[in-house]
Nanobody
Framework: QVQLVESGGGLVQAGGSLRLSCAAS????????MGWFRQAPGKEREIVAR????????YYADSVKGRFTISRDNAKNTVYLQINSLKPEDTAVYYC????????????????WGQGTQVTVSS
């Protein structure tokens, strides 16, 4: 079992920044990658970024490239998502999840999920 706890969400004005954190505990050694997903009201959950635990290789959705940065601290079993130049369309619940795939980009490739943290961007 893997437990994930997200933090760092909040209400921010457009153009602002946030840093989300996801602390993992439990059998994290069996996980190969961690991803950040988001789900906006009325929309499907989508991946925004992924990072591999060992190599640090990253993936970003086209919609967030240049504004979002995913990073990890292996010693703390924590992954971060730095979000800059926030837009109202970034408003969503952000979830972190762990995968036993190195390059997982779909929900079904992720095994454990956090409870989510709300990000609201005002215009």
């Amino acid at each position: 079992q893997v437990q994930l706890v997200e933090s760092g969400g909040g209400l921010v004005q457009a153009g602002g920044s946030l840093r989300l954190s996801c602390a993992a505990s439990g059998r994290t050694f069996s996980s190969y990658a961690m991803g950040w997903f988001r789900q906006a009201p009325g929309k499907e959950r989508e991946i925004v970024a992924r990072i591999n635990w060992s190599s640090g290789t990253t993936y970003y959705a086209d919609s967030v490239k240049g504004r979002f940065t995913i990073s990890r601290d292996n010693a703390k079993n924590t992954v971060y998502l730095q979000i800059n130049s926030l837009k109202p369309e970034d408003t969503a619940v952000y979830y972190c999840a762990v995968s036993h795939y190195y390059y997982g980009t779909t929900e079904r490739q992720y095994d454990y999920w956090g409870q989510g943290t709300q990000v609201t961007v005002s215009s």
